[in-house]
């Protein structure tokens, strides 16, 4: 199983800190949608390290699926075609009120913006007409001018990421690969994103070879026990975080743990963040995230994910705490057997 590695946003960091993780073992890096732009570190390192990029994600709604072709075309060919577009929706006060962009229904609309952008690139790949008609977005004129030609490497591979059921389907009906959410729990996953990518592909004549799956996984390592504490502080204001969310309360009930939402939404809004984080106990904390010396979460990880068709590499996360590099090392070792 092979290690991808969150990408710091800050663009002019990025190359040194891509050496760093490719050094250790990392055999891709990629970003999301935070404070700096999500596709700059990218552009930053591409044909600079031996490692496949990918955005995780880039939030899709507030742009225009042409963008995001143009974008993922020229990022595939900077980084000699180890460039995966992976997109994803957001909730509505942040399209509405942060992007200032029109909100719909996130799987409707993000199985269109998956499909036109997946339309654009196979019509400047195969050189036919363009012709994509959407409920929200048509594409339907492409001049020669603004056409970039067949990509040497073939079109990237556009990724969709998804936690509930709706949007799991979608993502297995319509994109090349699905970005399973970082909080969840092994029996979420089983339960609940295995039978609903199952549906998805069977919905469209798929079989389990056309999707790749990337799991993610929210990481507290380290081999002493002042390590982990600071490790397992951070995982905790995560898990706090993301529970505090209604989106996420599916990954809660399936744990048994539905009381704990609505209790985080309420502290969050008070802003009482050590009460939420001190809701995140040590069950919890191992249930949702994975703990221990790098052999150990490695372990745990080949335990979650491993023998899923579609999956061969894992998305980890170090919130609030930046492990040794020997450490990251040492982890890209232990998986790469699983």
């Known amino acids: 199983?092979?290690?991808?590695?969150?990408?710091?946003?800050?663009?002019?960091?990025?190359?040194?800190?891509?050496?760093?993780?490719?050094?250790?073992?990392?055999?891709?890096?990629?970003?999301?949608?935070?404070?700096?732009?999500?596709?700059?570190?990218?552009?930053?390192?591409?044909?600079?390290?031996?490692?496949?990029?990918?955005?995780?994600?880039?939030?899709?709604?507030?742009?225009?699926?042409?963008?995001?072709?143009?974008?993922?075309?020229?990022?595939?060919?900077?980084?000699?075609?180890?460039?995966?577009l992976g997109l994803g929706s957001q909730i509505r006060p942040h399209i509405e009120k942060r992007y200032g962009a029109r909100w719909s229904p996130p799987a409707a609309r993000m199985r269109e913006i998956v499909a036109a952008v997946r339309t654009i690139l196979h019509s400047w790949q195969e050189g036919t007409r363009l012709d994509f008609r959407g409920e929200h977005t048509t594409h339907t004129l492409m001049p020669p001018t603004f056409v970039p030609g067949p990509n040497p490497h073939g079109p990237p591979p556009v990724l969709l990421g998804a936690l509930g059921p709706l949007m799991t389907r979608t993502a297995a009906e319509v994109a090349d690969g699905l970005l399973v959410m970082p909080f969840h729990s092994r029996r979420h996953f089983q339960e609940r994103t295995l039978p609903a990518i199952a549906e998805g592909?069977?919905?469209?004549?798929?079989?389990?070879?056309?999707?790749?799956?990337?799991?993610?996984?929210?990481?507290?390592?380290?081999?002493?026990?002042?390590?982990?504490?600071?490790?397992?502080a951070g995982v905790r204001g995560l898990l706090a975080f993301y529970g505090s969310t209604p989106a996420y309360r599916p990954v809660l009930d399936v744990e048994g743990w539905s009381d704990l939402q609505p209790e985080l939404n309420r502290l969050s809004k008070t802003g009482e963040?050590?009460?939420?984080?001190?809701?995140?106990?040590?069950?919890?904390?191992?249930?949702?995230?994975?703990?221990?010396?790098?052999?150990?979460?490695?372990?745990?990880?080949?335990?979650?994910f491993a023998g899923v068709a579609g999956v061969n590499r894992v998305c980890c996360y170090f919130p609030g705490y930046e492990p040794p590099l020997d450490q990251v090392a040492a982890l890209a070792a232990a998986l790469r057997p699983l």
């Open 201 to 232: 592909l069977a919905a469209a004549g798929r079989s389990p070879g056309d999707l790749a799956v990337h799991p993610q996984a929210i990481v507290a390592m380290g081999r002493t026990e002042d390590e982990l504490a600071a490790a397992r």
């Open 273 to 304: 963040v050590a009460a939420m984080t001190a809701l995140v106990d040590d069950r919890m904390l191992a249930t949702l995230a994975v703990t221990g010396t790098p052999e150990e979460c490695a372990a745990e990880i080949g335990r979650r």
């Open 1 to 84: 199983m092979l290690l991808d590695l969150q990408l710091g946003g800050r663009p002019d960091q990025a190359r040194e800190r891509a050496r760093e993780l490719t050094a250790a073992g990392a055999a891709g890096l990629f970003t999301f949608e935070g404070p700096h732009h999500v596709f700059l570190p990218l552009a930053a390192v591409a044909g600079e390290v031996d490692a496949d990029l990918m955005t995780n994600v880039a939030i899709a709604m507030p742009r225009s699926p042409m963008h995001l072709a143009h974008t993922a075309w020229d990022l595939q060919l900077m980084s000699g075609g180890r460039f995966r």
